[in-house]
């Protein structure tokens, strides 16, 4: 089974699973697809977060496939050309590599079977031949037209005709086939050496950017240790610092705290007790992550239970003072992947705010994301920029097990959205009973100043009861009603597996399908 934000996506790894591919393979080819037919939202030019199952050894693996600050980067680069923070669009913003190619080549390299070219077939059609225009899509390229109006070549690549292409509209984005058929005959190198890097690397320095070839020469990707923490029985994994997986963690040891039975998952109650908890969490999470090469990050004391309780102890019938935090952009997509012999994948892939930095690399076709503009400039920050480093990272992907078997493989996009979501598909499975189609359909809230938003508001959908919305409010929530069914939610994908059977779910919010065989 597969679940993915995109129905050509879903179609491309489920293809793949039928071939006899594996859950690794299978989610190299949907994320490869969606860097083609979902473009705003990632691509090869953004980063990747993986956890993966291996039903062979019981064994959960995390490769970090996030990129480093080139080796010129530093604070004083852009205080000297008068900056106070790094632009979030254009070539400064791309001041770290793109590290998502080379996650899929670790990935596959270590759990794959079939031949990358195979992987990327997909993707190189849809990129060569064209592909129907998303609503998504045309709802974001009209909406940063200016952005994307601001390069020449991403101009005239993802702005036909000097318009924002509309849904259905058949959209071709053929140097990218090209540089994705360069990485299917020769792998990571076809991407980070070679033509391609240098392309890559010209094109940022022509236009005052700071990556290298050197840089992308050097990048690779990190096998790691997930993390975990024990809910209600169940162990909880997520992807270890510089990812914000541990505040999800962190905030599911403070709901353990409390009685979610006696409530419902629509009542001001649950929200409000899934929001205080986010606040205490998020305040963990910004004290301290960043890249833990450069900063020690308590990890013991932050995920024991006694810190839990004691952080759940400050938790009232009222609302605590907002937690100051940087925006933050939410563009990103999860894909989630369960093959027949019980592997599974769990990939967040992202370019940060929609369409990245809106930087095409030359005759590359490829869109450089702008995750490095969430470094600070400021001296004792401790995701300051510094050379070599990997920002402080929203993508966090999910799997849950019960006992030695799993359970639920999940995740979503949407910034300060994804631990907030993943809080809400975890209890509302979990505590509610809920199959996961329903636990991602139900009502959402989002707290938080993801998307570019000045404020902090609490976003509630309008599907919530009245009732609910309004004793919120009255307790000094700042609620937000948003549309039913807004994207600002996230598009959240999940697989739950029960005794060999297999339920996907996969997000309306998005344009995708959890498809089974």
Known sequence: MVSTPHYLASAAGLQVLQEGGTAVDAAIAINATLGVVYPHMTGPGGDAFWLIHDASTGRVHALNGSGRSG???????????????????????????????????AAHERFGSLPLSRLLRSAITYAR??????????????????????????????????RAPLMADVLALPRLADTLQTVADQ??????????????????????????????????????????????????YQHPPNSQGFAHLIALNILENFDLSGMTDDSPDYVHLLVEATRLAFADRDRHLTDPAFHDIPLGELLSKEHAADLSRRISADPAPAVPSARMGGDTTCSVVVDSAGNAASVIQSLYHEFGSGFIAGETGVLLHNRGSFFSLDEAHPNRLEPGKRTFHTLMPGMLFRGDELDLVYGTMGGEGQPQTSNALVTRVVDFGRDVQSAIDAPRWLYGRTWGDERRDLRMEDRFPAETLDRLRTRGHPVREVPSWDGVMGHAQAIRVTDDVLMGGADPRGDGLALGW
């Open 129 to 162: 031949e064209g592909f129907a225009v998303c609503d998504s899509y045309a709802t974001c390229a009209a909406e940063v037209a200016e952005v994307l109006s601001a390069h020449p070549l991403t101009r005239s690549t993802l702005l036909p005709g000097d």
């Open 187 to 236: 792998g990571r190198a076809g991407f980070y050496e070679g033509a391609v890097a240098e392309e890559i690397a010209t094109s940022l320095r022509e236009a005052g950017g700071l990556l290298t070839a050197e840089d992308l020469a050097a990048h690779r990707s990190e096998w790691t240790e997930p993390i975990s923490t024990t809910y209600r029985g169940y162990r909880c």
């Open 71 to 105: 080796a010129q980067a530093s604070r004083g680069y852009f205080r000297r050309r008068g900056h106070d923070a790094i632009p979030v669009r254009g070539p400064l913003a791309s001041v770290t590599v793109p590290g998502a190619v080379d996650s899929w080549c």
